[in-house]
């Protein structure tokens, strides 16, 4: 995941008043109680802040900002940052929901063209939903621009969850693996052994169980877990 450092107590009340356009002193007891519940992770504050304003949870009392009483009482685990995103990927078109659950399917490193040949769509459908993820901090570019890796890993394991799919989805991507990875077979052998584990393909497995067990341990260590 992202490695963001936290915020002091002094600077979150500065940013929080960047977010809302109002001087620090008018949302400082606000602040206090939003650097408890955020530890001071600047992403969790934007993102509760956007969310309270689309909500209409956030007042001014003479100036000053506060939270509704009753949104302080809803405040649970139910508002950590990845429960936002997956309520802000289920605002997506269907297309690219369902773009962004083949992706949790991939594992850790997602290839755009791999996307677009398991989704069976237009490249330029699967980009946009690629960056439209990437704006939405669901995605991250890696140093590649067409290669891309989730921002949480328990995100993509809460995406992977709960697509139905995904049994299908794991069966093309070890064939998709097979096919264009050939010239990286030894590295990649535990990839492809993984994603036919999951597909429940018994024969595939039988195959590469043994590949795997001779695999030297560097290629074992560098192998592309998903």
Not at 48 to 76: C, H, S
Not at 116 to 141: P, R, T, Y
């Amino acid at each position: 995941p992202i490695e963001i450092s936290p915020l002091s107590q002094y600077n979150l009340k500065r940013y929080l008043g960047e977010l809302l356009v109002s001087d620090y002193r008018r949302v400082s007891a606000l602040g206090d109680y939003l650097y408890g519940v955020t530890s001071g992770n600047p992403f969790h504050l934007r993102e509760l802040v956007r969310q309270f304003l689309e909500e209409d949870a956030l007042f001014q009392r003479e100036g000053i900002w506060d939270l509704r009483p009753e949104k302080r009482e809803a405040i649970r685990e139910s508002d950590s940052v990845i429960t936002i995103l997956l309520r802000r990927i289920d605002s997506f078109p269907l297309e690219e929901i369902f773009v962004i659950h083949v992706a949790s399917v991939i594992g850790r490193d997602i290839s755009a063209h791999m996307l677009v040949q398991l989704c069976a769509m237009e490249s330029s459908g699967v980009n946009k939903a690629l960056e439209n993820a990437v704006d939405a901090h669901i995605l991250e570019h890696k140093a590649d621009p067409s290669d891309y890796s989730f921002t949480y890993n328990r995100l993509a394991e809460m995406l992977y969850q709960r697509f139905e799919d995904r049994q299908k989805y794991h069966l093309l991507s070890a064939e998709y693996y097979e096919k264009n990875i050939s010239h990286k077979y030894e590295k990649n052998i535990y990839t492809i052994f993984y994603h036919y584990r999951k597909a429940r393909f018994a024969e595939k497995m039988l195959e590469y169980a043994p590949l795997c067990s001779r695999l030297s341990p560097w290629s074992a260590a560098s192998a592309s877990w998903p």
